[in-house]
């Protein structure tokens, strides 16, 4: 199908808790001399233009990270600091105006010897992100399928480190079809750090993958979720009610971490929103 473009949504609330928890994730893993991998396997474009006329149509940024932009240089939460460090060299004179995706989040997180593996399906999008990664020998692009890349590109060479899984969500299957793929990932790379995005839609939809992820996973299951405001949907996103994130074997207090960011993010970016950090399988459980 492939009708789904990040343009529209880049830089609103989803994205902004999304890249908050994706930035520590990548903190930790760069704070050991040893190198890491990251697959992005739903990579997106790269970089996205918030003048751009999908950006402007839908405004779903002015309700996300334009509200934290102005707080830069005040006091926050370690992720949310990460997050709003890594959009000021694309945002040399103060101006909001490029938001970075993951793999830019990712990449600025590389050194010499760390490898980016990025995938996407949509042609357009894949051009983009071949264009942007060009003369960069530490990132690899492919065009594939991201469950069947998600059970194929596991483990990397490089066997420590973190796969981001953020469909579109476009097939209703893929509810039930994420929770079956990590499973068979896991039992090619327990030791690998899965992190999952999933919208929270008016009819619960997601309960599926969350349900799917609790069962079956031999490693600790954190789950960490930002409701907006209860029983209104984000602006121009009909029928968000919320974003969830699911990350299989997270760093040492990242529960922590995400706890005190999601509060503050909830406070900041919704109006009377809530943030829930909860185990769906705790460790050693
Ligand atoms: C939510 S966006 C990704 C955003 C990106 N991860 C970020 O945070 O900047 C999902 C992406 O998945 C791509 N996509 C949709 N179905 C796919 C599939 N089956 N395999 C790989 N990519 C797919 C879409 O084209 C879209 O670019």
């Not at 990025?118 to 983009?128: G, K, V």
């Not at 207090?253 to 185990?279: L, S, V």
């Amino acid at each position: 199908m492939l009708s789904y473009q990040h343009a529209y949504h880049a830089g609103g609330p989803a994205d902004v808790h999304k890249h908050a928890a994706l930035c520590l994730l990548l903190e930790r893993l760069a704070e050991k001399d040893k190198p890491f991998a990251v697959i992005d396997l739903y990579a997106g474009h790269g970089v996205y233009d918030l003048g751009s006329t999908e950006a402007q149509k839908t405004q779903e940024f002015s309700s996300g990270i334009a509200r934290l932009w102005p707080l830069r240089n005040k006091a926050a939460p370690a992720a949310v600091k990460k997050l709003l460090a890594a959009l000021a060299p694309p945002n040399p004179d103060g101006t909001l105006k490029s938001y970075p995706g993951s793999p830019a989040l990712a990449r600025a997180a590389l050194r010499e010897s760390d490898r980016l593996i990025l995938n996407e399906l949509h042609p357009a999008a894949q051009a983009d992100l071949k264009t942007w990664a060009r003369r960069d020998s530490r990132i690899s692009v492919h065009m594939r399928d991201g469950l069947e890349a998600l059970v194929g590109l596991v483990p990397p060479p490089i066997r420590r480190g973190l796969v981001v899984i953020d469909p579109s969500y476009e097939v209703k299957s893929e509810y039930a079809d994420v929770p079956a793929a990590l499973r068979k990932a896991i039992r090619k790379w327990r030791e690998g750090i899965y992190f999952v995005w999933y919208p929270i839609l008016a009819d619960n939809r997601h309960g599926e993958l969350v349900a799917g992820l609790e069962k079956g996973i031999p490693c600790p299951v954190l789950c960490c979720e930002l409701m907006f405001t209860p029983g209104k949907a984000v602006k121009d996103a009909p029928g968000l009610r919320g974003t969830g994130l699911i990350v299989v074997n997270p760093p040492w207090q990242f529960d922590t971490a995400m706890n005190e960011a999601g509060a503050w993010m909830a406070k900041t970016m919704t109006a009377n929103g809530q943030h829930t950090t909860r185990w769906l399988k705790p460790a050693g459980a």
